[in-house]
């Protein structure tokens, strides 16, 4: 649907004049799919982020496409006394700056440690920023790789995560197959139910199932079978771009099969 190139296309546009703050225009807004969740509050010009549970909220973040106008995409903060956790950085030094800010207020401590949950620009895009205020930024190993050849912000390898989950903080991160990535990984918060799918999962509102270019299509079923077992009682589920209404593990289930059988 969208190459990796156009992951770096979501930058934050300037001033529009002294008295009218940059975001009161349309530019920023979704042009297709949905924020995460309804009446969220925007921080900046593309940036959102709203409660979902205790110590959890949902952040949205857009970039721009020449095709398909602005996109939204999905991540999380997750209060703990040890610090904020971060899953995914936004798309730009400026988004992961605000995010930042947010976790901050929010939460009441600064940020610990953030998570990108694959290698795609819309994951690592704020990584700089996360490094400037020394936050360090971790991935699936096979993440590293792939953000070096393909020029992608370069995160931090989780040892040991392609053998079986792994406690960061307060969540755990689960590495369940190839699917979207081949370096996908979903991020488990055990106190409110909370399983970030990132962009393994589709949402409920959008039926198609999106770019299979770096997809493993045959993999994929096996994956998504893998999670749902691993996570029987899922409460909310948060997928990589758009609504988390509903149950976007089941939905994306329905769609990877539907994708296998027009092949």
């Known amino acids: 649907m969208y190459s990796r190139r156009l992951f770096l296309a979501g930058a934050l546009l ?98 610990k440690q953030a998570v990108a949950t694959h290698s795609h620009g819309d994951r690592t895009g704020g990584i700089a920023a996360m490094r400037a205020e020394r936050v360090p930024v971790f991935a699936h190993p096979f993440s590293v790789g792939l953000a070096l050849t393909y020029g992608e912000r370069v995160p931090e390898p989780v040892q040991g995560l392609e053998k079986g989950p792994v406690a960061l903080g307060p969540v755990e991160l689960f590495y369940p197959g190839a699917g979207h990535t081949r370096d996908n990984i979903t991020v488990w918060h055990q106190a409110s139910g909370t399983l970030f799918g990132g962009c393994l999962l589709r949402a409920t509102t959008d039926n198609q199932i999106g770019s299979l270019g770096d997809a493993d299509i045959d993999a994929y079923p096996v994956t998504l079978e893998r999670l749902a077992k691993r996570y029987p009682n899922r409460r909310f589920v948060i997928p990589g771009h758009g609504s988390a209404a509903g149950d976007g593990l089941v939905w994306t289930q329905d769609r990877v099969k539907e994708a296998i059988a027009k092949r």
């Open 14 to 111: 300037g001033s529009a004049c002294a008295s009218t703050p940059a975001w009161a225009g349309p530019d920023g807004s979704p042009d297709i799919w949905e924020l995460a969740l309804p009446d969220m509050e925007r921080l900046g010009p593309s940036v959102w982020v709203k409660l979902l549970a205790p110590e959890v909220w949902i952040t949205s973040f857009t970039f721009d496409t020449p095709d398909l106008g602005w996109v939204p995409c999905n991540g999380m903060i997750v209060g703990d006394p040890a610090g904020a956790t971060i899953i995914d950085t936004g798309n730009t030094y400026a988004q992961g700056a605000l995010i930042l800010g947010a976790a901050k207020r929010l939460t009441g401590k600064p940020a």
